[in-house]
Structures are given as structure tokens and as C-alpha cells.
């Protein structure tokens, strides 16, 4: 039947009167893919000597996929950006509106006209890398092989291409963002407290793709300037940005920028106020790792030797007070992992967790810490007592979970329970108007905890969209005083 259609739609094109130039050139087309078969954009067999056409289809996937997006195409399928908007800005319809103007459904057509250009779409969103923020505003980019497209919702209305060489890698922080590339640092977005070595000139004024420089740090400057034009990327072993403040360790060292500098440069120039500084470390401390914490701890290693800053309003580096810091100083305990609230840090060190700084209502009615009531000052690290071996943890200012043999314990400012299952990650979500945590069970499976007359019970519920991964840790329980 197939066969015969075609013959018959065949024999009435060649019955067709010849037409104008350009008409009769498409019927022409049409006639010889009927005959012969449409024109191969992937799986090409190619002759002795013969090579693929110069066509849009025989790039490389990395050039096919940026002229894709450089003419409109959108790549997200699943519409998982305006979700994920809905999901955390609910009544945002200007945001909303925004991004389905900038990522139409129309578009996505675009990657379905011939195989090699949707084989091009699921290698980039396999291989590629995507970044999205979606609190208090609107900033998502997605790169593969270098090149980088980008959509900030109050500056862009469509994906826009990173102007800059092509990025190795891009170490993102909110909508702060720095790119490491054979031409040098690159940074874009927003720069309020100098966090790309300069301030922007306007509060939350988006910033194009700027090349970094290093005018207050010699040495970074002098390493730089001495690698070849092509890898200038050598200079950088890592970056770390968090709460508005980037670190970047090079072989010469470390150097920072952004809010409060001061606590871990030292005092600076004011003409420097706002540029990458070198960091104020000990003597002969030559650090070749960086700790970050969420509330601006930071932790700089050299082997087993450790020194920390930050913010210590509360004592929360656990020094033993709560003086204003201006510049690191050597850390009296080992740290393998911080994790921060708002005026607390809880350090990971050996088989203890060592609290410091305000203890709030869910640590204080955890009785994890005797002696310390909600309001207290903790500026020593004092270790966590726990009753049981602890397999895994988990703290922000409003959720504590630690796991046992076969139990989980949650701790919030509503409440306090333990289920008879063994998380590994966990959200926060609103439900019907109030806070629930449902939990992925080390079987896989995802359980809402609700009260019931005992304590409380599982029920079965669908995975959220954003959890946290609780922490593996191996902790003693405590011994007796």
C-alpha cells in the first residue's frame, strides 16, 4: 500500500507543466526524494576520497548545537526551567512570562529537523553541563564543549552567548558566576561586593563576561602573564564562591575577594577594597586546600595543619570567643567538614561533631547539647552526644536529622520524632499549608513522615524535586562524664 501511494504521488508530480524557476526547483526536490531517499545528516558512507558536504549538519556537535541555540532554538523539552520557577517563585507571573517568551514551545521544533541535530541535543544534554538560580530573580545557562548560553530574565530575552573564549569550566555561586578558560578568568552576572574583583556599578546590576585581572596580587599577575597566550587556564588549581565571596588558589598562593574582606586579607588599601587580595595567613603556611563553609568559615589546609576566619559574632569558628577576625589563624582541632547555620557551625572532626557558636531552639531542645539552652553562647567546639553510633547528618537553621541502626531522628522548630527507617536524603516541602520532610529510605523509596497516635508513621510519597543528600558520617555515641 505504501509502495503504491508513493508510485501514485510519483506519477502525478511528473504530470505537473513545467513551472517558475524557484517552484520548479522544489518540485524537483520533492521528486528525487521519492525516488531516491532524503539526503543522510548522520551515518554518512562515504566513498575513497570523498568528503562530507559543507553543510550546517557535518559540523561537530559542539558548532551544530551553538548555531542551534545562536538561532532560537530552545533546548529545554521538558520545560523543566519554567517548572522549576513555578515550583519556587509561585506568583512570579512576570518571571514566568518572561521565560516562556525567551523559551518558546515553537522553538523546540527546531532539533527535530533531520537526526543529526536531536542526536546533537541529547549528546549536549548528556555531556553538558546546566546551572539554574531562581531566587529573587531568574538566571539559568547551559555550555557543552565550551560554549556557553545564558538567560537572565532581567537583561536577556532569549539565551544569549557568553561572549568570552571558550570556558573549561564555570564555578557558579547565585547569580555570580567565573569561568576558567585558555584565555584567562572570566566572570559575569552580579558583583554587588566585589566578588569579580571589581564592584559593578549599580545593586544587582548584571555584568557581561569581563576579563579578570589581579592589579593588587604581583605574584598572580606575574604567573599569568608568564604562560602562554593559550594557557593562561594553568594559573588556577581551583575556585570556591559562596555568600558573595570568591576564592581562587593558584600555585603562588591564595587570594579572595568580596564582602568582608577584611576578615581574611587584613586590613587593605581602600583603592583594593573591592580586588582580588592576597589572603593573611601564617608564616611559612603555604595552603593547598580550601574548606568553605555556608555562613563565611573558611578552613585553609597545608597537610595536617589548619587555620580558619570568617564571621565570629557568636563564636562560631570555635576559637573561644567571638572577636572580629582579620586574617586566618591556626585552628585548634582537625575539620574534615563544616556545615553552617545562620550563627552556628557544626565541624566534622575524626568520629565527633563539634558544636560552636548561638545555640537555636532545635539544637537546644535536641538535647545533643546538656548544659546549653536556646539563646547560650558556645564559643568552645563541644562535641555533639549523641546515645547511638550515628551513620549520617544533616543541619540548616530550621532542620536537624541524624540516622542510627535502622532509625531516623528529625528535629525542627515544630517538633521532635524518629521513624523506624534509615534516610539518605531529605526536602523540606509545603503541603496544604503546612511543613513536611519527606525522606528517600536507603531502599530507594521516598516516605512523608506524618504524627500519629504512638509517634509517627511512613506513608509512601512521590520524590520531591530539589533534596538534600544527608551527610555520611561515623560517629562515636557518647560515653559517660
Known amino acids: 500500500m505504501g509502495g503504491t501511494t508513493i508510485e501514485s504521488l510519483h506519477a502525478m508530480i511528473v504530470r505537473i507543466p513545467p513551472l517558475e524557476p524557484t517552484a520548479q526547483a522544489l518540485l524537483d526536490r520533492a521528486r528525487s526524494i521519492l525516488t531516491s531517499g532524503p539526503p543522510l545528516s548522520m551515518n554518512v558512507e562515504l566513498a575513497d576520497g570523498e568528503d562530507l558536504p559543507v553543510a550546517l549538519h557535518t559540523l561537530n556537535q559542539g558548532a551544530v548545537w551553538a548555531c542551534l541555540?545562536?538561532?532560537?532554538a530552545n533546548p529545554d523539552l521538558e520545560d523543566r526551567a519554567l517548572d522549576e520557577a513555578h515550583e519556587k517563585q509561585l506568583g512570579n507571573t512576570d518571571i514566568h512570562n518572561r521565560i516562556r517568551n525567551a523559551l518558546t514551545p515553537e522553538a523546540k521544533c527546531l532539533w527535530f529537523l533531520c537526526r543529526k541535530f536531536f542526536f546533537t541535543l541529547n549528546v549536549a544534554e548528556k555531556d553538558g553541563k546546566c546551572y539554574q538560580h531562581c531566587l529573587n530573580g531568574f538566571y539559568h545557562h547551559r555550555m557543552y564543549m565550551g560554549r556557553l548560553f545564558m538567560l537572565d530574565t532581567k537583561h536577556h530575552t532569549a539565551l544569549t552567548r557568553a561572549r568570552m573564549p571558550r570556558a573549561l569550566e564555570v564555578y557558579s555561586d547565585g547569580f555570580t558566576h567565573i569561568a576558567r578558560t585558555p584565555k584567562g578568568m572570566?566572570?559575569?552576572?552580579?558583583?554587588?561586593?566585589?566578588?569579580?574583583?571589581?564592584?559593578?556599578?549599580?545593586?544587582?546590576?548584571?555584568?557581561?563576561?569581563?576579563?579578570?585581572?589581579?592589579?593588587?596580587?604581583?605574584?598572580?599577575?606575574?604567573?599569568?602573564?608568564?604562560?602562554?597566550?593559550?594557557?593562561?587556564h594553568r594559573m588556577v588549581i581551583n575556585v570556591s564562591l559562596d555568600t558573595y565571596v570568591t576564592f581562587i588558589h593558584t600555585p603562588v598562593?591564595?587570594?579572595?575577594?568580596?564582602?568582608?574582606?577584611?576578615?581574611?586579607?587584613g586590613d587593605i588599601e581602600e583603592e583594593n577594597k573591592y580586588r582580588f587580595n592576597?589572603?593573611?595567613?601564617?608564616?611559612?603556611?603555604?595552603?593547598?586546600?580550601?574548606?568553605?563553609?555556608?555562613?563565611?568559615a573558611v578552613i585553609l589546609s597545608m597537610g595536617d595543619r589548619q587555620v580558619i576566619t570568617g564571621h565570629n559574632e557568636c563564636g562560631q569558628l570555635g576559637l573561644g570567643h567571638k572577636h572580629d577576625m582579620t586574617g586566618f589563624v591556626d585552628l585548634p582541632f582537625r575539620v574534615y567538614r563544616v556545615m553552617s547555620g545562620i550563627h552556628f557551625n557544626i565541624f566534622l572532626s575524626g568520629r565527633q561533631l563539634l558544636y560552636a557558636g548561638q545555640v537555636p531552639r532545635l539544637i537546644a531542645h535536641s538535647g545533643l547539647l546538656p548544659g546549653y539552652s536556646e539563646g547560650d553562647i558556645c564559643l568552645t567546639a563541644t562535641p555533639l552526644r549523641f546515645p547511638d553510633r550515628v551513620k549520617a547528618f544533616f543541619v540548616t537553621f530550621l532542620d536537624l536529622i541524624w540516622v542510627?541502626?535502622?532509625?531516623?531522628?528529625?528535629?525542627?522548630?515544630?517538633?521532635?520524632?524518629?521513624?523506624?527507617?534509615?534516610?539518605?536524603a531529605f526536602e523540606r516541602v509545603r503541603v496544604d499549608g503546612r511543613w513536611a520532610h519527606p525522606f528517600r529510605a536507603s531502599t530507594g523509596q521516598w516516605f512523608e513522615t506524618m504524627c500519629v497516635s504512638d509517634g509517627a508513621g511512613l506513608t509512601e510519597c512521590e520524590a520531591p524535586k530539589d533534596p538534600d543528600e544527608l551527610i555520611p558520617v561515623d560517629i562515636d555515641p557518647a560515653t559517660a562524664p
Not at 541555540?69 to 532560537?72: P, V
Not at 535502622?406 to 523506624?420: A, P
Open 278 to 296: 592576597p589572603v593573611a595567613v601564617p608564616f611559612d603556611f603555604v595552603p593547598d586546600r580550601i574548606m568553605h563553609g555556608r555562613n563565611n
Open 404 to 424: 542510627t541502626e535502622g532509625c531516623t531522628h528529625l528535629c525542627d522548630y515544630d517538633k521532635q520524632l524518629s521513624v523506624s527507617a534509615e534516610a539518605t
Open 69 to 72: 541555540l545562536g538561532g532560537g
Open 186 to 232: 572570566w566572570g559575569w552576572g552580579e558583583s554587588d561586593y566585589g566578588q569579580l574583583g571589581f564592584r559593578s556599578l549599580a545593586y544587582r546590576e548584571f555584568v557581561d563576561p569581563t576579563r579578570l585581572t589581579f592589579p593588587a596580587c604581583p605574584k598572580i599577575a606575574e604567573l599569568e602573564a608568564s604562560l602562554p597566550s593559550w594557557e593562561k
Open 253 to 265: 598562593g591564595i587570594i579572595m575577594t568580596g564582602r568582608r574582606s577584611v576578615w581574611y586579607t
